[in-house]
Every structure is written in structure tokens, then in C-alpha cells.
């Protein structure tokens, strides 16, 4: 994807203050509207112009993209991060998806299709501020036990030049015990400010995991690879299992193949119903690295010459 410079397309300095990016799309508006434009590209620009500065106008987005941009360097793929909204403070001013042929990929990856330009209403049109969103991730042990964490919010400022800069704030928040992924933690009062005497509007977080090195989550369900020697798969065996919970005993059954999926019903995220914990058997092989180890391989081959383990690919022993 190729990223798209808006200030560029502005014509303005990264650092333009907010009236500077105002006058430069009226001014660029009137040369390139389609009806009165006699640029062969007037239809193209007039959109693009559109696009930056339905971002460069608005100090959250603008803010959100300077930082996102500071990463990237002309000639390279563009995809943003999965994770590059964590932490940021956004008001609410969608009112549904509207055209999407007016938007570029780059401008939906970034923002989705609700925050079009010209789309939604603004919280100045009324009293009581507006909603505000962000993105937080927890660790998944969390959403077992509950617990209350500190969180750090990014949210955009303008100063007296217009100019925008980011100001950090922190937060308490109470994480339930069995939230899943994608549910969001509603905060009273913390929204945007109201207008006058109107009150303050709320401030929605949505809920993500952080990455774990030892599980994968879906919805509620848990899923954990397991190593387990030759012998413990071949004959079964009673083992110790790690679960964001504390340590589980399970059994493996006998003549279990590497990718066999074993549930523990219940011992998922909690819930009513709670989500299962699916442990996937994964065969470690000791290292053949002693003269002991090396006999005791070539001895195996022997006792097992019938076994052929590419049997199913088809092309032979």
C-alpha cells in the first residue's frame, strides 16, 4: 500500500498550525473542483485534498497520523502496525460507512470507513460532550482473575499558535474478571467536556490482549501447544499442564499423534458459559547428541523399519 502524505498533497509544512491548513484547502478547493476546474486531474485531486484534510483538521487524527508517520521512509510497503491505535484517545463522530469509493485503502486502514470526510456531527453542536474511544490491551491473565490497572491515554492538544501536540494522562480502571477480547470498559464522565453547564461525555475502552509467548486466544476459548516426549505420546502419560490459572494435571491418552487437540472444558476465560482450554500436543524429541543417544536412535529405526512416516505424502519409503 502506498502511504499517503497529506501534507504534501496540503501543500503545507508538517507543522502548519491548524488556520494555515484551513486557508490552504480553500484555497486548493476552488483550483481543483471538478465544476469549475479545468485541471485534467481536478475529479482525482479534489478528492485527495478532501482525504487530508478530513486528517489535518481534525487534531486527533492529525496527531494519530504525524506519529504513525514518523516511522515510516519514502520507498517503503506501507501497513500500519495491528497494534498503532493502542493508547489513543478518540472522540466519537461517526454516524455510519457511507461511500467508500471516495476513500483511499491507506485512509481506511488508518481510520476506518465511518470517519469519512464530512461524516458524523461534532460535539460543539451539543451540550453534553462527546463520547470518546480508545484501544487498551491487557494481559490475559487479567481476564481471569479481575484486577484494577493504571492505563496511560494519549489525547490531542491544540495550543494558542494551533499547533497540536499530544498530552498524556493516566487512568485506574477496573478490568472484570471474564472479559474477552473486543468488549469495552465504559468510564462515566470521561469523555470529551460538555459544553457550558452540559456534562461530560464517557470514555468507551476497547478491550485486547496483549501477545502472549505461551497461549493463542479465540473469543473465549484458550489454546496451548504442549510438548511431550515420544514415550508420553505413545503410551500416555499424566502430566503438568500451565494455564493462565495455575497448573492443571491432564492425561494424555495413549498413541496420540503430534497436533492431537485434548479440551479441558471450563478452563477457558471465565463466563457464563466460560471458554475451554485446548491443549495441543506437540512431540519433542531428545537431541541425538552423545554416542548413547545416536545408538539408541539407530536402534529405534530398526525396531520400526515398517513404519513409514511420509506415508500419507505418498511418494514412498
Given amino acids: 500500500m502506498e502511504f499517503k502524505d497529506y501534507y504534501q498533497i496540503m501543500g503545507v509544512e508538517r507543522d502548519a498550525t491548524q488556520d494555515e491548513i484551513k486557508r490552504a484547502y480553500r484555497k486548493l478547493a476552488r483550483k481543483y473542483h471538478p465544476d469549475v476546474s479545468k485541471e485534467g486531474d481536478a475529479e482525482t485531486r479534489f478528492k485527495e485534498l478532501g482525504e487530508a484534510y478530513a486528517v ?27 497494534d ?20 483511499s485503502e491507506f485512509f481506511e486502514s488508518l481510520y476506518g470507513r465511518s470517519s469519512r470526510p464530512g461524516a ?4 460543539s453542536f451539543h451540550a453534553q460532550g462527546a463520547d470518546r474511544h480508545a484501544r487498551v490491551l491487557i494481559e490475559l491473565e487479567d481476564a481471569y482473575t479481575g484486577i484494577t490497572r493504571t492505563i496511560t491515554l494519549r489525547v490531542p492538544e491544540v495550543d494558542a499558535h494551533g499547533r497540536v501536540s499530544m498530552h ?4 485506574s480502571v477496573a478490568i472484570p474478571r471474564g472479559i474477552h477480547a473486543g468488549q469495552h470498559i465504559r468510564l462515566v464522565g470521561q469523555g470529551a467536556p460538555g459544553i457550558g453547564q452540559g456534562k461530560p461525555g464517557d470514555l468507551y475502552l476497547e478491550v485486547e490482549f496483549r501477545p502472549h509467548a505461551r497461549y493463542r486466544v479465540d473469543g473465549r476459548d484458550v489454546y496451548l501447544d504442549l510438548p511431550v516426549a515420544p514415550w508420553e505420546a505413545a503410551m500416555g502419560a499424566m502430566v503438568r499442564v500451565p ?14 499423534a503430534a497436533g492431537r487437540k485434548l479440551r479441558l472444558k471450563g478452563r477457558g476465560i471465565p463466563g457464563n458459559p466460560p471458554g475451554d482450554l485446548y491443549v495441543v500436543l506437540q512431540i519433542a524429541l531428545p537431541a541425538a547428541d552423545t554416542d548413547a543417544a545416536k545408538a539408541f536412535y539407530r536402534n529405534m529405526g ?4 515398517s513404519f513409514d512416516a511420509r506415508a500419507k505424502l505418498g511418494v514412498g519409503p
Fill in 168 to 171: 498524556e494522562h493516566g487512568l
Fill in 120 to 123: 458524523g456531527s461534532r460535539a
Fill in 84 to 103: 498503532w491505535k493502542e493508547g489513543f484517545e478518540f472522540t466519537d463522530r461517526s454516524s455510519g460507512d457511507g461511500d467508500a469509493a471516495d476513500y
Fill in 302 to 305: 530398526e525396531q520400526f523399519k
Fill in 56 to 82: 489535518l483538521q481534525d487534531p486527533e487524527k492529525r496527531a494519530a497520523y504525524d506519529e504513525l508517520g514518523a516511522n515510516w521512509k519514502a520507498g517503503q510497503e506501507f501497513r500500519p502496525p495491528p
Fill in 243 to 256: 494455564s493462565p490459572n495455575g497448573t492443571l494435571e491432564l492425561k494424555i491418552p495413549d498413541d496420540s
